[in-house]
C-alpha cells in the first residue's frame, strides 16, 4: 500500500546529501470547495507524477484564513530543483488544469524547505487535522531541537498519533519565518493535543522557548492527502 512519511516520503532520501526536500504551496480562493475537490481528485495521480513529486494534498482552513475560503494546494518534492523544474503551463499539468470548471482565485504561490519531518506516515485519502503556526525566531536550530522534544513528550503520554513537522518559508510576505504543523487525526484529536500543552511535561518545555520565539499567524485546517509516490 502507498505510504508517504510525514507527507513527504523523508525515509526515502539522504538528509544529508546536498538536496533540500521542498514543499510548494498555492493558496486558492473558492467557494466551490467540493467542485474543487472533485477536480483535484481526479486530476493528483496525472499531475504528480508528471512533477515527479512526492506526495500532493489540499488542505482547508477552519480558523485563522486570511480570506475565509483559502484552500492551500501542496505539492512535496525531493529538492528545490526538482520543484522548479515543473511547469504549469505545459504538457500533461496544463491540460489537466485546463479541465477544471470551478471559479477560482490563485492567492499566492509559496516555497517552503523542509527542516523536521514527523514520525507518523499517510495514505492517499487520508484526512489530518493540523494547527500550523508561523513564528519568528532567531535560533532555528534550537527551535527545531525543541520541536523534536516535545513530539517525543506527546509520544511518551498517550499521544503517539500526534506529529510535529516544520517548515522555513522562501518566499512571499513570510520569507525567513518558521512554520510549525501539529497534526493529528481528528478535530478532536488535535484538541486533546492542544489541551495538553498545560499538562507539565508539555508546559516545561514550552516555557524555555519563552522570548525565543513570536507568534506571526495561526491556522487551523484539515488536509487531505490526493497523491503519493510509487
Not at 525567513?176 to 493535543?193: E, W
Not at 522557548?209 to 509516490?229: H, N, P, Q
Request: charged content about 20%; some cysteine.
Amino acid at each position: 500500500m502507498k505510504k508517504i512519511l510525514s507527507l513527504c516520503v523523508l525515509t526515502c532520501l539522504p538528509l544529508l546529501s546536498i538536496a533540500a526536500p521542498t514543499m510548494s504551496v498555492i493558496t486558492v480562493n473558492t467557494e466551490n470547495y467540493n467542485g474543487y475537490m472533485d477536480w483535484a481528485r481526479k486530476s493528483a495521480e496525472v499531475i504528480g507524477n508528471a512533477n515527479g513529486a512526492l506526495g500532493l494534498g489540499v488542505c482547508r482552513t477552519t480558523a485563522g484564513a486570511e480570506v475565509e475560503g483559502d484552500l492551500y494546494y501542496y505539492a512535496m518534492s525531493e529538492s528545490m530543483e526538482k520543484m522548479l523544474q515543473g511547469d504549469v503551463n505545459v504538457g500533461k499539468v496544463a491540460k489537466e488544469i485546463a479541465k477544471m470548471k470551478v471559479e477560482r482565485t490563485v492567492q499566492t504561490r509559496d516555497m517552503y524547505r523542509i527542516l523536521k519531518t514527523g514520525s507518523g506516515s499517510a495514505e492517499v485519502g487520508q484526512i489530518n487535522s493540523n494547527m500550523n503556526i508561523l513564528i519568528r525566531t532567531n535560533d532555528i536550530a534550537s527551535y527545531i531541537e525543541g520541536l523534536g522534544q516535545l513530539e517525543a513528550a506527546y509520544h511518551d503520554n498517550d499521544f503517539k498519533d500526534i506529529t510535529l513537522q516544520a517548515f522555513l518559508s522562501e518566499s512571499g510576505d513570510y520569507t525567513g519565518l518558521v512554520m510549525t504543523s501539529l497534526s493529528a487525526p481528528t478535530r478532536a484529536r488535535l484538541g486533546a493535543a492542544l489541551d495538553a500543552r498545560s499538562e507539565p511535561w508539555a508546559a516545561s518545555i514550552l516555557s524555555s522557548w519563552s522570548g525565543k520565539r513570536e507568534y506571526v499567524r495561526g491556522i487551523f485546517m484539515d488536509c487531505e492527502t490526493l497523491f503519493v509516490a510509487d
